[in-house]
């Protein structure tokens, strides 16, 4: 079995992405990983063992994050469609990962320990688990729960909502048991070049809550987490004020 390792969700070929290691080791797992929006691939470019059922999956998931979006801009004081006008769900790139059993599983990690560069994330994981997240400095599993998706806020959300939402660190580890297999949707264009800069919502800035972070593009924030890598600190330190 081949250990390959992504770059993060989002990457710049029009439709497929190509598997790019950025960590300091490889990870144990096989990923495949598109674009589904906006430019969604055409059925023959997709794999045929999933071509059909991901398809179908996406546009349940695009539907689903609207909601999401549409609820989180209400939870802010927001209206509704808020965060879907500033564009938080205009693409959406997939991973599929494939954790297989390691014999070895203390030398290795599925994913090391990162946030994710969007601005929100679905994830469909199976019953064998392995995902962990961050809390007060400890790792928590989550345990998975049949029928339920895991929904985490990404870097990009924390940046416009200036830390009113908080993107969540969290890593997979290796298993004696597997495979394992998850699914991971990402709101976000990737590094497609796009002239919109994301900021602080004016909204939610007041003299008490200045801005805490420049604006950027999402390319250009998502160039720099590739560039910068998995290495276990945050990108967004690099564009705090």
Known sequence: MTRLST?????????????MNISAAPY?????????????????DLPI?????LLEYGQHIMKLGTLLFELLSEGLGLNPNHLKDMGCAE????????????????????????SDNDFLTVVLQDHIGGL????????????????????????LLQLITNDRLKS?????????????ISVACFFCTGARAS???????????SEDNPPKYRETSVADYVLYYRAKGLDGTSALSHYRI
């Open 7 to 19: 770059g993060g969700a989002c990457s710049n070929h029009p439709s497929l992405l190509s598997i």
């Open 28 to 44: 144990w797992r096989d990923t495949f990983n598109c674009y589904l929006y906006p430019d969604t691939p055409k059925p023959e």
């Open 49 to 53: 063992v999933c071509r059909d059922i």
């Open 91 to 114: 693409g959406l790139i997939t991973l599929g990962h494939y954790y297989p059993a390691c014999p070895e599983p203390h030398l290795t990690m599925g994913t090391t320990k990162h």
């Open 132 to 155: 962990q997240v961050l809390y007060e400095d400890k790792w928590i599993d989550v345990n998975p729960v049949p029928g339920a998706l895991v929904v985490n806020i990404g870097d």
């Open 168 to 180: 969540v660190e969290h890593q997979v580890v290796a298993n004696h048991v597997g495979p394992r």
């Open 195 to 205: 002239s919109k800069l994301c900021g602080p919502i004016k909204e939610l800035l």
